[in-house]
């Protein structure tokens, strides 16, 4: 049999031949770091390659991780930055999904735009059907806003898929647990909006759709009476934001300002969700989720903000009374890991999202980390041979990374070129970051201050800024953007996807963004299991 040899960036007339001492010129020098290190690295994936189930159903339990906005320049970004953080130069750092064994790219595209939402791309990845713009649950068919036009065209979702095959699942958020991400698990609706009726036209409300908030707490009767056969005891965990859609509106003698919401019709869901699990745990701050006995929980729902949760430096820097994502992520594991039939998890990193479009790349990269350790949580709570991990964005965001900057240059900073100690000058003789935007609210420098959402309330730059004098790695710091709008937008191109465990390997090349339900279908076997279960 021929051997093949591939040589590249060498001299091939010299290969192999005697040097002036008389000894053999090795091919290559096996003695480098990084050549060692690749090396290495194949000979992992070898191992696992060999090791992965892929038959259908081969996946007990599926962990679906979404980093809300997470573009490519995110992950390269933030996996610099946690490096630097631990005292490394940052680029060959790598976040805990860095390593994991698969990866591919998703197309992003709604069916009626080229730049879409969380709404619909999270449709898509829940039940492998594309869909509008601002609609979860649902097929293109349905007409935003109009409530007339969703009857029929709802979807199912792996979730859905999930429970009625017995499984046991959850939601895990940092934003509202009625936001459109955390939403298309579970509800059908024709505006992502309708988080409660305070959010709906009445035309709509008479036409009989429901907010998104009752569904959620009403998603055991809704499942069951929608499938003959069906089974579901419901979802058995939620936590996140968002407590002010599940309750009502203040009354003229309602002091009480953490059992006031924004519901119109007077309903108070946490107590009807109280109701339908009479052992089921709630809680609403890190103190009562501290003291929470999840050992022997076996429904939990945890609402820990009004509205979405703090951005974790946030939470870190200004004695937020919230868990982490990671610290939810675990407990979460620790319940629906009792189910022996197995569990479907959605871990969503919302704030990436949010912080991107105030023009804050600190606190999207910081939250993009975070991320990064829920990831970590779930592998070391989970096994490798029977859970499969997706991590993956519903859409990226115009956030750049750019300049000549040298090895090392502090991710957050000006870009300081190869050989030199000052910042480089643009035409324009002012300095430039490596990060930046491309649209957005523009230049504003809220010093140390970790609340991004602080940004909306300061006059923005469009443009270029004088940040000679302006410490750009400041939590407080954000980006320029060249075209002014009132919040920075998402993108279209393509956003990553990693996988490891059963079912893996189907993720690689680039996909439609539906291929990543089919890829956790098959590898949980969800439909022929909830079939089954409806039938028996």
Not at 85 to 107: A, H, I, V
Not at 159 to 181: F, K, M, N, Q, Y
Request: glycine fraction near 8%; include cysteine.
């Amino acid at each position: 049999m021929a051997a093949f040899v591939i040589l590249i960036g060498c001299d091939v007339a010299n290969t192999n031949q005697p040097s002036a001492s008389g000894a053999i010129t090795p091919l290559v020098d096996q003695s480098n770091d990084w050549y060692q290190s690749a090396s290495q690295q194949i000979q992992q994936q070898r191992l696992i390659a060999n090791a992965i189930q892929n038959d259908e159903g081969a996946a007990k339990n599926i962990i679906l991780f979404i980093g809300d906005g997470m573009s490519l320049t995110t992950v390269t970004a933030s996996r610099i930055l946690e490096g630097q953080q631990r005292g490394l130069l940052g680029e060959e750092n790598n976040l805990s999904f860095d390593n994991f064994p698969f990866s591919g790219l998703s197309k992003t595209y709604a069916v009626d735009a080229q730049v879409a939402d969380s709404a619909n791309t999270m449709t898509a990845l829940m039940s492998g059907v594309k869909t509008n713009k601002g609609i979860v649950g649902i097929n293109e068919s349905v007409v935003r806003g109009e409530c007339s036009t969703q009857r029929g065209n709802e979807v199912i979702s792996a979730l859905d898929l999930a429970e009625l095959a017995g499984l046991s699942t959850g939601i895990v958020t940092t934003t509202r647990v009625t936001h459109a991400t955390p939403a298309a698990t579970y509800a059908k609706s024709a505006d992502r909006k309708w988080e409660d009726p305070s959010d709906m036209p009445q035309q709509a409300l008479k036409d009989g759709c429901v907010d998104i908030a009752t569904q959620l707490i009403e998603y055991k009767a809704n499942l069951n009476s929608r499938y003959k056969g069906a089974n579901s005891n419901g979802i058995e965990v939620v936590m996140g934001g968002g407590s002010r859609h599940f309750l009502p509106q203040a009354s003229v003698d309602d002091n009480q300002e953490d059992t006031v919401g924004q519901r119109p019709d007077g309903r108070n869901l946490i107590v009807e969700w109280k109701s339908i699990y009479p052992d089921g745990l709630y809680m609403d701050s890190r103190s009562s989720f501290d003291r929470a006995n999840f050992a022997e929980a076996t429904n939990v729902l945890g609402l820990f903000n009004k509205t979405h949760m703090r951005f974790d430096a946030n939470r870190k820097s200004k004695t937020v009374k919230e868990p982490s994502l990671s610290q939810m992520t675990e407990k979460a594991l620790q319940v629906l890991s009792k189910n022996p039939k197995g569990f479907f998890l959605m871990v969503e990193g919302g704030r990436i999202d949010h912080a991107h479009h105030v023009g804050n790349a600190f606190n999207a990269l910081s939250d993009t980390i975070e991320l990064s350790k829920a990831v970590e949580v779930a592998l070391k709570n989970t096994n490798a041979k029977d859970t499969l991990i997706i991590v993956t964005a519903d859409h990226s965001h115009v956030f750049t990374m750019a300049g000549y900057p040298k090895r090392g240059n502090p991710i957050m900073g000006k870009v300081v070129s190869v050989g030199d100690k000052k910042p480089q000058l643009a035409n324009d003789n002012l300095p430039y970051t490596t990060l930046g935007y491309t649209n957005g609210i523009g230049h504003r420098h809220l010093g140390s201050e970790t609340d991004a959402d602080q940004g909306y309330k300061e006059q923005g730059a469009p443009g270029r800024a004088n940040l000679s004098q302006v410490d750009t790695t400041q939590s407080g710091f954000f980006q320029e953007s060249l075209v002014p709008l009132e919040s920075e937008t998402h993108s279209g191109e393509d956003v990553p996807i990693y996988a490891s465990g059963p079912g893996a390997h189907l993720i690689s090349g680039s996909n439609e963004q539906t291929l990543i339900f089919h890829a956790m279908n098959h590898a949980g076997g969800l439909l022929t299991k909830a079939k089954k279960a409806l039938e028996d």
